[in-house]
């Protein structure tokens, strides 16, 4: 396994700083530039040196200088050796696991039409690898990918660009799954609990697996609920469906007593010894594992694995869930008087006070220095609280939508739009926008994988506390840091403390996140201001040609947050 060591780096030369960190298929980079150097520069320009393919290349970007590029297509991109990056954290999100790279960053000056480099800084840095230690990560690219998706596979849908587009989608993610099955050998067993199970590639991996002589159980979400017109809603008809169609009835068993069985893990048991689990957030469907974004955490540590075991135990019962249940799952995992480094399991539905979820609250206020957090479905008065703190510490949220229900919209809106105001703050909501073919089959796979479902982009559930320091915390699962996934639904969530490695990779993830949400968000307001209601009329956002586009990254009441994510992200110097 590579040293921690190279997996972080922050290098400083000619009054230019940059922080590197390295997740395995993200390389981020905070930047910043000396008082002295900003007069007349007109941004970065970024090379690549990758070391295993021996490949040099300049950073692209899709912002031009209007006098030298005045009609760049929609979805073009240009170097920035002659567009330079004008911001101070800038990612690439093409790095692959395990490859040594030199990122070698130029400050850029003149005219557009004679731009010069005077000043660079060059930092050396290792990806991390797919297979760590104790905990293995795989995120899918999904619908975070739209423009790259529409450049790459000639705008086409995934089914008409044929089994590579599904592939680079899913960037390991199903291959972990079934992988995972797949290394179950005679003897051993296999215990799932998967809300969603019907995406037929890994449904035929655990029939193979038990052809082999593996005893597999898969227990399924088959909880009948329908809707004010008596029509089946939720997965457990198309996972009956989908069992039988694959002939695996016998080794599928439904969890029909649950309000909602949102689990999605694997238990791998050696003789009757559990070693290892697969978890995280990825239904097995078209749309968990290529469109909205997903991921699966491996941990290797038996007394991780026994305890998801003995969760398991008690899923397979199909009890009720009454107070007797849910102090079962409370026993599994006390809230600890001391917070020590290690993994730690959590099991819903609990106790009705809400415990774990004050105590993920308190996680969530105990940043030193910065915080992120993904919401899918609105967000809890209890993290609005810790948002609403005006301080020095950052803190970034990721929203599929602002509010939590019809019932409260008005409410939760508001709150969350005096968050966003706090210049310490950034919430970026995700924009249902039809961009390009990609936008489209997404929004056909919501309607056909997805029917009764509100998720389009973001489907993680995970929090990150100081990621960049010496304790970083990283807590993931299935559950939506909601009261119900509290008190309610079968859930699950993992607690990390004190590994950096792990909190790279989400961190590096969290930020290509980011980055497409912006995106989004700067295309709904640029038709919005000009009162257009089709992406097809995008006009080009150009470069600017004074050293003004600073300013907001150097103003401290900055109400976009540009001021806390460059101190945060490069660290200080000069102002």
Known sequence: MLTPNLMRKRKQAKGITINAIAGTYVVFLGLNIEAAARKGFRGFAIQRQDHAEDELTWARGMKTFEATEPTPEQGETFSTLKHPWQGFQWADYSAKPGHRYTYTVHAMYGKPEALESRRQAAVEITTESELGGVHSVFFNRGAVATQEYARRFLNKPPEKAGPGAYEWLSRGLAESIIAFVDEAKKGDSLHAAIYEFQWSEVLEAFKRANSRGVKVTVIFDDVENYDKEKKPTGPWTPNRTQIKAMGIGKICSGRANAKLMHNKFIVHSKGKKPVRVLTGSTNITLNGIYGHSNLAHIVEDPNIAIGFKAYWDRLKKDLKIDNAYRDENVEAFMIPAKFARGTYAIFSPRRTNLDVLDWYAQIAGSAGDALFMTFAFGMHEKFKNVYRQQDEILRMALMEKTFASGTVKDRDEKD???????????????????????????????????????????????????????????????????????????????????????????????????????????????LEREKAGNPSDWRPQFLETSDDWMRPYFTKSDPSARYSRRIYFAGPMST
């Open 416 to 526: 969350i739009r005096a968050i966003r105001k706090l210049p310490n703050v950034v919430v970026a909501v995700g924009n249902r926008i039809v961009t390009n073919a990609f936008d489209r089959w997404l929004d056909e796979m919501r309607s056909v994988d997805g029917k009764g479902k509100h998720v389009y982009w973001i489907h993680t559930k995970y929090m990150i506390v100081d990621p960049l320091g010496k304790d970083p915390i990283v807590v993931s699962g299935s559950a939506n840091f909601s009261k119900a996934s509290t008190d309610t639904n079968d859930e699950n969530m993992l607690v990390i403390k004190g590994d950096k490695r792990i909190a790279d990779i989400y961190f590096g993830e969290y930020m290509r996140l980011y980055t497409h949400y912006a995106f989004r968000e700067a295309v709904q307001r640029a």
